[in-house]
């Protein structure tokens, strides 16, 4: 992309107006050293620039695009909604259809509250942890992420870590406070926490998949004995799979490693692109929210009607297609591209893959948690980064994202990834 693109000077000119000229830190490319490129439009596994340069894309929008951009039955579906009206802050039967969909689908739901995005849901769940169990204290895990809400912003990953700024200006030291941290993957720092801390610990957030600090896949027996801990001590289980939700199966990661939490958050693919997010749980914890219960949570464009179709149709066609094999489709081409990968670079680094979902590390250790998460060489995945980008190959801008797989992919795009991986590994 030459320097005096149309999208340097789209970026030089929103830049004066937005804040780092994005409306979310990680795109604006910081640690990968480069002017981030202007999106015009997207369709299946393809999204082009501002300047017509076409990218196979990796990350699909940080998930939602399981089916691949602008599948024609979700996009002639919200279409045909808008003609309808684009909101209107009042009931309507998609709502139930949607809730439907998602407690059809998802083993611990029972009773489930749409929102707008995925920072809302993680915020309302741990209020309604807070609200039903009494307690104040929240357990999350060093280099998980969940939204920017401000208890959650204490060791985040994500963008959070990108720019290695854990935790954020602008965070009350109160809040801080009520968040503990613990490692992934270390069930006896979280036990420690609760014995510190008795009868303070209202909840356990955790990523079932940690996929903010790279991809880091759950230790045999750390979801089992999350939910162990946690019910040894009266505290909830939060699920945060707005990565892992109709990602890893229809069920989600729950489904996947069959725990059961207490509660859990949906993003991303819920809302099939569109600002729609979830959280849900046992009835007997959902019925703390109002107007039944104590605990407060809201929104205006909460349950939209064009948002709710886009995430109708989409969960539709995933609970078709999954009759027809479609997980077992993306988890064989995650594997066939992390084998190509680990061929091709061998201890250069560390892949770890689950389904549809991978990262790349640039490090010579097993990545398995925090502290070997960011034992990567961050510059080394820059030049990773753009050498894959010339190649118009569009990876996650960030060691400490994760690169997803679609439905529109295919075996012929796993094949030239790894053919293009071949040519550029002398530099890496
Ligand atoms: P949103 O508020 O961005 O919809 O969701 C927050 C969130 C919550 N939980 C998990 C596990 C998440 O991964 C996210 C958001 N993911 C990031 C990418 N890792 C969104 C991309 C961005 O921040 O621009």
Same mark, same amino acid.
Request: negative net charge.
């Given at each position: 992309?030459?320097?005096?693109?149309?999208?340097?000077?789209?970026? %030089?000119?929103?830049?004066?107006? /937005?804040?780092? &000229?994005?409306?979310?830190?990680?795109?604006?490319?910081?640690?990968?050293?480069?002017?981030?490129?202007?999106?015009?439009?997207?369709?299946?596994?393809? /999204?082009?620039?501002?300047?017509?340069?076409?990218?196979?894309?990796?990350?699909?929008?940080?998930?939602?695009?399981?089916?691949?951009?602008?599948?024609?039955?979700?996009?002639?579906?919200?279409?045909?909604?808008? %003609?309808?009206?684009?909101?209107?802050?009042?009931?309507?039967?998609? +709502?139930?259809?949607?809730?439907?969909?998602?407690?059809?689908?998802?083993?611990?739901? +029972?009773?489930?509250?749409?929102?707008?995005? &995925?920072?809302?849901?993680?915020?309302?769940?741990?209020?309604? *942890?807070?609200?039903?169990?009494?307690?104040?204290?929240?357990?999350?895990?060093?280099?998980?992420?969940?939204?920017?809400? %401000?208890?959650?912003?204490?060791?985040? =990953?994500?963008?959070?870590?990108?720019?290695? $700024?854990?935790?954020?200006?602008?965070?009350?030291?109160?809040?801080?406070?009520?968040?503990?941290?613990?490692?992934?993957?270390?069930?006896?720092?979280?036990?420690?926490?609760?014995?510190?801390?008795?009868?303070?610990?209202?909840?356990?957030?955790?990523?079932? $998949? #940690?996929?903010?600090?790279?991809?880091?896949?759950?230790?045999?027996?750390?979801? +089992?004995?999350?939910?162990?801990?946690?019910?040894?001590?009266?505290?909830?289980?939060?699920?945060? +799979?707005?990565?892992?939700?109709?990602?890893?199966?229809?069920?989600?990661?729950?489904?996947?490693?069959?725990?059961?939490?207490?509660? $859990?958050?949906?993003?991303?693919?819920?809302?099939?692109?569109?600002?729609?997010?979830?959280?849900?749980?046992?009835?007997?914890?959902?019925?703390?929210?109002?107007?039944?219960? =104590?605990?407060?949570?809201?929104?205006?464009?909460?349950?939209?009607?064009? *948002?709710?179709?886009?995430? /109708?149709?989409?969960?539709?066609?995933? /609970?078709?297609?999954?009759?027809?094999?479609?997980?077992?489709?993306?988890?064989?081409?995650?594997?066939?591209?992390?084998?190509?990968?680990?061929?091709?670079?061998?201890?250069?680094?560390?892949?770890?893959?689950?389904?549809?979902?991978?990262?790349?590390?640039?490090?010579?250790?097993? $990545?398995?948690?925090?502290?070997? #998460?960011?034992?990567?060489?961050?510059?080394?995945?820059a030049v990773y980064f753009n050498a894959m980008l010339d190649k118009m190959i569009y990876l996650a801008p960030s060691q400490f994202e994760a690169m997803f797989i679609s439905a529109a992919h295919s075996d012929n795009d796993i094949d030239d990834f790894i053919k293009n991986v071949e040519e550029i590994k002398e530099i890496l």
């Open positions: 992309m030459s320097l005096d693109s149309r999208s340097k000077t789209l970026f %030089d000119k929103s830049k004066r107006i /937005i804040p780092g &000229g994005v409306n979310s830190p990680v795109r604006a490319f910081y640690s990968v050293n480069r002017t981030p490129f202007f999106i015009s439009h997207a369709k299946r596994n393809k /999204i082009y620039d501002v300047d017509d340069n076409e990218y196979t894309d990796y990350v699909c929008s940080w998930g939602p695009m399981i089916l691949g951009h602008a599948d024609d039955r979700v996009v002639d579906a919200v279409k045909k909604a808008c %003609d309808d009206g684009l909101s209107f802050g009042a009931p309507t039967a998609k +709502e139930e259809i949607l809730a439907s969909l998602i407690v059809d689908t998802v083993p611990a739901i +029972e009773k489930v509250r749409l929102v707008s995005s &995925g920072t809302e849901a993680c915020m309302s769940a741990i209020r309604v *942890a807070r609200g039903y169990t009494g307690k104040d204290k929240i357990i999350k895990f060093r280099g998980c992420y969940h939204g920017h809400s %401000d208890g959650m912003l204490v060791k985040a =990953g994500s963008g959070a870590l990108t720019g290695s $700024v854990p935790d954020s200006l602008g965070v009350p030291k109160g809040y801080a406070d009520d968040t503990l941290v613990a490692e992934y993957n270390n069930l006896r720092s979280v036990e420690e926490l609760f014995n510190e801390n008795k009868d303070q610990v209202a909840a356990v957030i955790v990523e079932p $998949v #940690a996929a903010n600090m790279g991809v880091v896949l759950p230790d045999k027996g750390f979801l +089992e004995g999350l939910r162990e801990i946690t019910k040894k001590n009266n505290a909830l289980l939060i699920f945060d +799979e707005v990565i892992t939700g109709f990602r890893l199966s229809l069920g989600g990661a729950g489904e996947y490693y069959g725990v059961k939490p207490d509660l $859990v958050t949906l993003g991303k693919i819920v809302g099939g692109g569109m600002p729609l997010a979830a959280y849900g749980g046992a009835k007997e914890v959902m019925d703390v929210v109002a107007p039944l219960g =104590g605990v407060y949570q809201a929104g205006t464009l909460s349950g939209n009607p064009i *948002a709710t179709t886009a995430g /109708i149709e989409t969960l539709k066609i995933l /609970i078709e297609e999954n009759k027809n094999g479609l997980y077992q489709r993306l988890e064989d081409m995650g594997k066939h591209l992390a084998v190509g990968i680990r061929f091709v670079l061998g201890n250069k680094v560390h892949v770890n893959q689950i389904g549809s979902l991978l990262s790349v590390f640039f490090t010579d250790v097993d $990545v398995n948690d925090y502290e070997t #998460a960011i034992s990567s060489d961050t510059d080394k995945y």
